[in-house]
């Protein structure tokens, strides 16, 4: 079956530079999300999508943007990166939006802030 | 490598044993409980579900109890197999956080021979 695919799956940056991050849900699903998961840490929700329109938002830095594009993949754009920034990022996909629905996850990007 | 865990608690059980792990949940008003597994390189994985009307709900050699008394919730994996080790982790969601899950603190499962 079709998953989340994440790309690309590992990304290094300097310090102040930007990354994007790309997201395609699983077809169909219309709600994602995205979380930060620092080293030796648990996911960390950052924003979340439902039908191209932002829905919930978390501890995501101002120095972050996302969006959700009219075929239901999400980019999370990421500005004067800090080494901080430095974690794994995961999307998740479900139908329909709000946690109690089941989120899939993808593989994650992981990035390096050098 | 995959550096997600490296300071996680951990529970060691003989293959074939049963596993129990354990998680305390922060918000009361939480109506809704995952439990995932997450492998290293990749994400977390869906194991089973538990809403707040229940007390225990049972899947494929995996059984979720809760406890909302005490805010506590725990994942039983019965005949622990080497394919079991992970890292996992509770989540909860909140009616009012609706597309929030918040995720506790993991625990790494090791199974040997």
């Known amino acids: 079956a079709a998953g989340v695919i994440q790309s690309p799956r590992h990304l290094i940056k300097e310090k102040r530079e930007t990354a994007t991050l790309k997201c395609y849900p699983i077809?169909?699903?219309?709600?994602v999300y995205w979380y930060q998961q620092g080293p030796g840490q648990d996911p960390q929700f950052l924003i979340s999508f439902y039908e191209k329109m932002q829905s919930d938002k978390g501890s995501i830095p101002d120095r972050f943007s996302a969006q959700q594009f009219s075929d239901y993949h999400s980019e999370l754009n990421m500005s004067s990166l800090e080494l901080g920034d430095s974690a794994l990022y995961f999307c998740a996909s479900s139908l329909g939006g709000g946690a109690s629905y089941e989120q899939y996850f993808g593989p994650g990007t992981r990035l390096t802030v050098t | 490598g995959e550096s997600v865990g490296l300071h996680l608690p951990t529970l060691s059980v003989q293959e074939g044993d049963n596993s129990i792990i354990n998680c305390a949940y922060s918000?009361?008003?939480?109506?809704?409980f995952i439990w995932y597994k997450q492998e290293s390189g990749k994400g977390p994985q869906f194991i089973i579900d538990i809403r707040s009307n229940m007390d225990k709900r049972q899947g494929q050699r995996v059984t979720v109890l809760l406890n909302k008394t005490v805010k506590h919730l725990s994942l039983q994996i019965a005949a622990t197999q080497p394919g079991d080790s992970a890292v996992y982790f509770c989540?909860?969601?909140?009616?009012?956080?609706?597309?929030?899950?918040?995720f506790g603190t993991g625990t790494r499962l090791q199974v040997f021979p």
């Open positions: 077809p169909r699903h219309d709600t």
């Open positions: 918000n009361s008003a939480s109506d809704y």
């Open positions: 989540a909860e969601s909140s009616p009012y956080n609706t597309d929030k899950l918040i």
